[in-house]
């Protein structure tokens, strides 16, 4: 069975003492890194697509364009 002992056993060091998955901490910081890097990506393409003006334009335009 576990019990608070069983933390002490596993030494950790560099970036395995922070994201692990023996320890209810590092499974945590796992979590959060994840959900961080989607909202990044998320916040990155949402102000990328933001200020394109030529993606205003329709299927019409192009096409009246094309024509003359």
Do not use: Q, W
């Not at 320890?23 to 990044?40: D, E, F, P, Q, S």
């Amino acid at each position: 069975m576990e019990g608070p002992g069983t933390d002490a056993s596993f030494h950790f060091s560099g970036i395995e003492k922070y994201f692990n998955s023996y320890t209810l901490t590092g499974r945590m910081n796992c979590v959060l890194a994840t959900y961080r890097g989607i909202a990044l990506m998320v916040l990155y393409f949402k102000l990328k697509y933001k200020n394109t003006p030529a993606m205003n334009g329709t299927l019409t335009d192009f096409k009246l364009y094309l024509i003359c």
